[in-house]
């Protein structure tokens, strides 16, 4: 599923192929993507130029000559690619906008949870969404300020997207396992010491795997990623990789909230009253 990194990463891209490009033809293959009419859609996009880019949490938006926005939602399987020619067009090209120079760029999304539509501003889509700052824009004081007030588990608190948008639930097992606190802590039982750890951790993992890429397998060798089990084509891994990187603990997988969750029993310890341990 693409998550912030992803995202970003084709932010980046969006940015080098559409800046100061002038968009000529929308082609629809399949609206079944669109959250706007399509003709809506080409009305305001044709004769527009791509004036800058931003990015949201997972949204990335595109801003048009008109005054409005872009905006993309790649769900379970989105991405971007560019073409020239309609025989290189990628396989599950849902939409494509064509421009002036004669590039395509490609919406991608073979299993259609992706969503593209309109916004007059990053704000007001922002406020609709309830979408919360974007975790990289984050800061250590709204981080402890929210955790103060809430005796929900850390887990799920740092999945919502109206605390911070973009957090998804591996990222959040690795900020947890980064910053040494365990998901089933009660938010404000965080200290303010551990709300500066988990912030340094959210930066510090957001940023490592923008600059990778997005590419998980590249990641150092400390990271708790490499001890998941890999959703797409599990590969036969050695028992190695389910320990903690740091003292070879086996890596215990639960439930929080209903999400898969990988923590370390060790450098993660378990709050006093909970029935965690088991
Ligand atoms: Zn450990």
């Given at each position: 599923m693409p998550e912030l990194p992803e995202v970003e990463t084709y932010r980046r891209f969006?940015?080098?192929?559409?800046?100061?490009?002038?968009?000529?033809?929308?082609e629809v293959f399949d609206a079944h993507v669109l959250a706007v009419d399509a003709d809506e859609l080409?009305?305001?996009?044709?004769?527009?130029?791509?004036?800058?880019?931003?990015?949201?949490?997972?949204?990335?938006?595109?801003?048009?000559?008109?005054?409005?926005?872009l905006v993309l939602h790649f769900g379970m399987t989105g991405d971007v690619g560019a073409y020239r020619h309609?025989?290189?067009?990628?396989?599950?090209?849902?939409?494509?906008?064509?421009?002036?120079?004669?590039?395509?760029?490609?919406?991608?999304?073979?299993?259609?949870?992706?969503?593209?539509?309109?916004?007059?501003?990053?704000?007001t889509f922002q406020q609709a969404k309830k979408l919360g700052p974007d975790a990289l824009d984050l800061t250590a004081k709204q981080l402890q300020s929210a955790l103060g007030r809430r005796k929900t588990l850390l887990k799920p608190?740092?999945?919502?997207?109206?605390?911070?948008?973009?957090?998804?639930?591996?990222?959040?097992?690795?900020?947890?396992?980064?910053?040494?606190?365990?998901?089933?802590?009660?938010?404000?039982?965080?200290?303010?010491?551990?709300?500066?750890?988990?912030?340094?951790a959210v930066q510090l993992v957001l940023r490592t795997a923008i600059a990778q890429e997005a590419n998980y397998r590249q990641f150092p060798a400390s990271f708790l990623i490499h001890a998941r089990e890999w959703d797409e084509a599990p590969e036969p891994q050695s028992d190695?990789?389910?320990?903690?990187?740091?003292?070879?603990?086996?890596?215990?997988?639960?439930?929080?909230?209903?999400?898969?969750?990988?923590?370390?029993?060790v450098c993660q310890p378990a709050p006093p009253d909970s029935h965690s341990a088991a």
């Open positions: 969006l940015e080098e192929i559409t800046l100061h490009q002038t968009v000529t033809a929308v080409r009305r305001e996009l044709v004769g527009a130029t791509v004036t800058g880019t931003h990015r949201l949490g997972k949204n990335c938006f595109l801003q048009l000559s008109s005054g409005r926005l309609d025989y290189d067009r990628p396989r599950f090209t849902r939409v494509a906008l064509h421009l002036r120079e004669g590039l395509r760029v490609a919406f991608i999304d073979p299993r259609k949870f992706g969503r593209i539509r309109l916004a007059d501003s990053v704000a608190l740092l999945l919502d997207q109206r605390l911070t948008a973009g957090l998804g639930n591996w990222i959040v097992d690795e900020v947890l396992f980064q910053a040494r606190v365990h998901p089933e802590r009660p938010a404000a039982s965080v200290s303010a010491d551990e709300a500066a750890r988990l912030h340094a190695a990789h389910h320990h903690c990187p740091r003292d070879r603990s086996p890596i215990v997988k639960k439930y929080v909230g209903g999400r898969a969750t990988y923590y370390c029993p």
